[in-house]
């Protein structure tokens, strides 16, 4: 039972990234998906979710139009399209698989915003 997230790096202030997240070991479509981040010295936050049915979403303000996340239950793979990033948005990104009182964490995947 494992999630591998990748799709970090080093990026430009404006610049973009899409992460993923790959479950395994476990039924994926039924989870709920949702990313986190740590950014240096900080709190782990939530960044968005998305629900195991109906594709509903939902995004933290900080990250509201610029962020996406999405889900192929078909590849076992939550997203996060991130646009326009700033040197705030520099962090660990995580993925969560949750149902019910089950979580399951990723390894996370480092994101640089810098010029």
């Known amino acids: 039972v494992q999630l591998v997230e990748s799709g970090g790096g080093l990026v430009q202030p404006g610049g973009s990234l899409r992460l993923s997240c790959v479950g395994s070991?476990?039924?994926?479509?039924?989870?709920?998906m949702s990313w986190y981040r740590q950014a240096p010295g900080k709190e782990r936050e939530w960044v968005a979710s998305?629900?195991?049915?109906?594709?509903?979403?939902k995004h933290a303000d900080s990250v509201q139009g610029r962020f996406t996340i999405s889900r192929d239950n078909a590849k076992n793979t939550v997203y996060l399209q991130m646009i326009n990033l700033n040197v705030e948005d520099t962090a660990v990104y995580y993925c969560?698989?949750?149902?019910?009182?089950?979580?399951?964490w990723g390894q996370g995947t480092q994101v640089i915003v810098s010029s």
């Open positions: 969560k698989a949750h149902l019910q009182a089950r979580e399951l």
């Open positions: 070991g476990f039924i994926f479509s039924h989870y709920h």
């Open positions: 998305i629900m195991s049915v109906g594709n509903v979403r």
